[in-house]
């Protein structure tokens, strides 16, 4: 029996993931120059979620315990990797 076969891996959810996706969905109508593709928009997603500490839950009932001062200092922490990921990619982006 394989391992990942005798557990559930899927409930494992990386609410930083949901958290950049989101931001990325706020601050592309601020950057109409940057090329949409799923190419770049992955490369922006990649980019940022490298740049942040994940946090991880397993239900929507485990949801990571985070004071309101440190949760707001997390989501800067979020927009600003978003932002540098989205100034990387526009000039730079994966393909010509």
């Known amino acids: 029996m394989v391992f990942e076969d005798q557990y559930n891996f899927e ?14 969905g706020r601050q592309l109508p601020e950057y109409p ?17 490298n740049r942040v500490r994940p946090r991880y839950r ?3 009932l485990d949801t990571v315990y ?4 440190e949760r707001s200092a997390y989501l800067r922490e979020i927009r600003r990797a978003v932002t540098d990921g989205i100034l990387k990619v ?3 982006p994966p393909h010509d």
Do not use: G, K, P, Q
Not at 11 to 24: F, H, K, P, Q
Not at 36 to 45: N, Q
């Open 90 to 92: 526009r000039t730079n």
């Open 66 to 69: 985070v004071h309101s001062r």
């Open 11 to 24: 409930s494992l959810v990386n609410e930083t993931e949901e958290l950049v996706v989101a931001e990325i």
């Open 33 to 49: 120059d940057l090329c949409t593709c799923s190419e770049c928009i992955l490369d922006v997603a990649a980019y940022a979620l």
């Open 58 to 60: 397993v239900s929507l």
